[in-house]
């Protein structure tokens, strides 16, 4: 039993690099490589057999790690939402997290499903998906920085 | 002004700058 926060952390880092790992692929490769591959008509491979895989495991890699998160913290979960002292910096990691979870469900998957052809949308429809799922990308990208920095602050940066 | 997410240096900038200020607000939350 005493290994069990151990495995959570384990599992959590796992899940973790999975998550963000594709999340830097989707900003720091594919929208680039997109962009070159629409003007040689050779998106295709990338929408139609690269992207839906990524985003599978992109969001439930999301889930597993916030769950494995939320098991790390155990009895303290509160505690750290609400800022106890003592908690301020897993804290502060703790909600970046949860809210780039509801980002990737709540708004990058939505859209991105108009964008793949997986519901129906209009062209108006996809072209306004393709930029709310492009800025909430972007922002949990740019969350991701201050997320990892509280994670480790919590047990190896003084503030 | 540009969107600075709109480039994805703008991002990670932008990313640090949001560490710097949060790092600056638990300092002071956390009283030390």
């Known amino acids: 039993m005493e290994m069990l926060p151990g495995i959570y952390r384990w599992i959590h880092i796992l899940a973790g690099i999975m998550w963000i790992g594709l999340l830097y692929y989707f900003n720091f490769v594919q929208v680039a490589a997109l962009k070159a591959a629409q003007a040689d008509s050779t998106a295709a491979g990338i929408t139609k057999h690269v992207a839906p895989r990524a985003l599978f495991y992109f969001r439930w890699a999301a889930v597993v790690t916030w769950l494995a998160g939320a098991a790390l913290l155990g009895a303290n979960f509160a505690a750290a939402f609400t800022f106890q002292p003592g908690y301020e910096k897993i804290g502060v990691?703790?909600?970046?997290?949860?809210?780039?979870?509801?980002?990737?469900?709540?708004?990058i998957w939505p859209n991105q499903k108009k964008i793949l052809g997986l519901v129906q949308a209009s062209d108006e429809q996809k072209n306004k998906a393709r930029r709310v799922a492009f800025l909430a990308s972007r922002t949990n990208t740019m969350l991701s920085i201050p997320m990892l920095f509280f994670m480790v602050a919590q047990t190896h940066i003084a503030i | 002004m540009k969107n600075p997410l709109d480039s994805l240096w703008g991002t990670v900038i932008s990313g640090f700058i949001l560490t710097v200020v949060l790092y600056y607000i638990v300092k002071a939350v956390a009283g030390v």
């Open chain 1, 93 to 107: 990691g703790a909600w970046l997290g949860t809210i780039m979870l509801l980002n990737v469900w709540g708004i």
